[in-house]
């Protein structure tokens, strides 16, 4: 054993001072080893979709409401028929789990009326709602809970409740009628006197209504062992705040950056280009909530700017008008405010934009460099050597001599939106989590998950991207991208090394072989200035199509060390068209794509509101949503928006948690532990026998 281990193995005796407690680990893990394995939930593409994707986490993407059905659905088999619900009760019975409070405010009996008599009975109706849900309840959490270990589950239970909801747990028989082991002795009579008492007790003093939400979240919690976030938490929609705040809450995530992730990172570390980027969109989708609410950006330099150089500009709520939003309903006034700051923030935008790409020639970008080209007198841009009319020839603030120039007041706009995204606390938490949870990409369990592609050439190879004068590509590419911009974010502010890592971090958001954007190039100036569309085509990188073939995803799953013969690639960024046929599973199920439009953006373009994925003991399951109608519609109608499941991979076997990532590690505990018991008992390693007294 060499000085290293035996110093390791010491410090391990510090945790585990002697051999009974070292031994009742080993023994407690190889239990964890041999349950089933828990389930990960992916999600994709949320863009800012709060009330979308809350439900889709309360809900599990069904899975709670496939526990209901096993549990509470009668079959042939001559169950009693007390412990079979309808449909719609095991829809109320769902909806209370997904929203506790909401239900309990609507469905509780209430003693309005008078009369003494009255409110006997309601006080005795309230009794038996709690009573009768509770028992629900715990029935569902018993069932959620059956892939952990006793000790996992009530180091989750909340502090307040422990004894009391161990005591019900265990007390509530499972089945409860569902088959005839229930009461079957003295023993199971006395228990079931017990726990008539202890369910009493909580009703008498008032704590039902707590417990209720505490056991609702602990089936939710339960149900969900791990969360995929696969990218595009931010944009369009006006909640990427609140989605952060529910993602950071999760007791086990990571998230895998997308394009629009990378925006708001790089604004947050002071990225003008990108806080540009990111203002420019929430403007054109009508987003303020999350700029000026959540993050505490002031827009008013920016308005005073709109109003000084784009007050008259007739044709800027042509162009410029933002997208209808679910935010709030706008005055008209106010739209014509807001496309007059979303025009003068593009232009802020396409200047530091052609900054950046002279400063950055090997970003292989200077065919986007057009403002040079611009003719005001004549209304026109060249772009790819051919001159096009230009829909709007309002540019007051360009100067054709030095067209990528800020003028003072853009300058004083800039400086303070960059002051402003450095300086907000709620901002800068949510961006460290990116950091510290998030990554260009995930293997876990085999898996490979990745928000947009990697950069091929068109005989499927793996392209090549030069970076700072070192060749890289597929996973090198973004292993180098990664350390790059966390490197680079780390160096001092104001200095090459930091704005170099920014410059790096807004390639990743628009460059012509970003793997988290996966096209030629980006034509946002084109698609607001000129009419025709052959200027709007995005070219899409091979990959979008090359990825379809199942040795294109078994080539990319070796080089990055996923499990070529039954692994999968997992991809967002791209919305799944459900509404023209195609399918989200491709490459013979090697390739399975999750953007399926929780964007209200998209929807009419794919047809449905998302796609999730499950993977369990069990296999693979991909989960199609439909549109949302909000939380108050989901709570009255117990409405969800969860449409269908259908199952990508079916295991032949039901797969333990030994075959898992996880069980990687504890194995290499357990074997760390077996060496701790020996060294014990050689004597290189002395047990503390104090503490056996």
């Known amino acids: 054993m060499s000085s290293g281990y035996t110093e390791f193995l010491s410090m391990l005796a510090e945790q585990y001072p002697t051999t009974a407690a070292a031994s009742a680990e080993i023994v407690n893990l190889k239990t964890v080893m041999s349950l089933p394995k828990g389930t990960e939930h992916f999600i994709s593409d949320v863009h800012g979709e709060y009330e979308a994707f809350i439900h889709v986490m309360q809900s599990g993407s069904g899975v709670i409401k496939r526990h209901i059905s096993e549990l509470f659905t009668g079959s042939e088999e001559g169950e009693n028929p007390a412990a079979t619900l309808s449909e719609l009760q095991q829809s109320e019975l769902a909806t209370l789990i997904y929203y506790p409070e909401d239900v309990m405010q609507r469905a509780i009996p209430r ?16 009794e038996s709602w709690f009573k009768m849900n509770i028992k629900h309840l715990l029935t569902v959490l018993q069932s959620v809970s059956s892939k952990y270990t006793r000790k996992y589950v009530a180091k989750a239970m909340p502090t307040q409740f422990k004894f009391i909801m ?3 747990m265990y007390l509530h028989s499972q089945s409860d009628s569902l088959t005839d082991r229930w009461v079957t002795s003295r023993t199971e009579a006395n228990k079931e006197r017990y726990f008539a008492e202890v369910l009493d007790s909580v009703v008498r003093t008032g704590q039902a209504p707590v417990l209720v939400v505490e056991l609702a979240a602990m089936i939710k919690r339960l149900c969900i062992d791990h969360l995929h976030l696969v990218g595009d938490i931010y944009d369009r929609g006006p909640g990427a705040h609140l989605i952060m705040d529910e993602i950071m809450k999760h007791h086990s995530y990571d998230i895998q950056w997308g394009n629009h992730d990378v925006l708001w990172m790089a604004g947050a570390a002071g990225g003008a280009v990108s806080l540009c980027t990111a203002v420019r969109i929430s403007l054109r989708y009508s987003n303020m909530l999350t700029l000026e609410d959540a993050y505490g950006i002031s827009m008013l330099p920016l308005a005073q700017l709109a109003l000084k150089e784009y007050g008259d500009d007739p044709l800027v ?16 006034e106010d739209i ?35 403002l040079h ?3 005001k007198e004549k209304g026109t841009i060249q772009i790819g050597g051919k001159t096009y009319p230009l829909l709007d020839t309002n540019f007051p603030t360009v100067d054709p001599k030095n067209p990528h120039k800020l003028t003072a007041q853009e300058q004083q706009v800039l400086d303070g939106l960059v002051l402003s995204f450095r300086n907000s606390k709620e901002l800068q938490k949510h961006a460290t989590a990116l950091w510290e949870h998030g990554g260009m990409y995930k293997v876990y369990n085999g898996n490979l998950l990745l928000h947009g592609c990697l950069p091929l050439n068109l005989d499927g190879s793996f392209q090549e991207v030069d970076i700072e004068g070192k060749k890289v590509k597929g996973k090198q590419l973004c292993d180098t991208l990664d350390r790059l911009v966390r490197q680079s974010v780390l160096q001092p502010s104001g200095s090459a090394a930091r704005q170099n890592g920014l410059d ?12 988290l954007f996966g096209k030629e190039r980006m034509t946002t100036f084109e698609r607001y200035f000129i009419k025709d569309k052959d200027t709007h085509k995005e070219p899409k990188n091979p990959y979008m199509r090359l990825r379809t073939k199942e040795s294109i995803c078994k080539m990319v799953l070796e080089n990055f060390g996923g499990n070529v013969e039954t692994g ?37 373009e794919t047809g449905i509101a998302g796609y999730t994925l499950l993977s369990n003991s069990y296999g693979i399951m991909l989960a199609q949503h439909m549109s949302f109608e909000g939380r108050e519609k989901a709570v009255m109608n117990h409405s969800d928006m969860h449409a269908s499941t259908s199952i990508v991979q079916s295991a032949t076997r039901r797969i333990r948690n030994a075959e898992t990532d996880l069980g990687v590690g504890i194995q290499k505990r357990i074997t760390d532990l077996e060496a701790l018991v020996e060294a014990y008992a050689k004597g290189d390693i002395r047990e503390r026998l104090l503490s056996k007294l």
């Open 166 to 168: 161990d005591e019900l």
């Open 373 to 375: 080209t611009l003719d």
């Open 111 to 126: 003693g309005d009326a008078p009369a003494a008599k009255v409110t006997g009975l309601v006080d005795r109706a309230r």
């Open 568 to 604: 999968c690639v997992i991809n967002g960024h791209t919305p799944v068209k459900v509404s023209k046929g195609e399918s989200p599973v491709k490459a013979n199920g090697r390739l399975i794509v999750i953007d399926g439009g929780f964007s209200k953006a998209y929807q009419k």
């Open 317 to 332: 709520m042509k162009i410029f008008k933002p997208k209808k939003s679910t935010e709030k309903v706008r005055s008209e």
């Open 504 to 515: 790096w971090m807004y390639y990743l958001w628009t460059g012509p072989l970003s793997p």
């Open 336 to 370: 014509k405010l807001l496309a007059k700051m979303h025009k003068a923030i593009a232009i802020i935008q396409f200047k530091l934009e052609g900054q950046l790409i002279e400063r950055q020639p090997g970003f292989g970008m200077s065919d986007r460099l057009m």
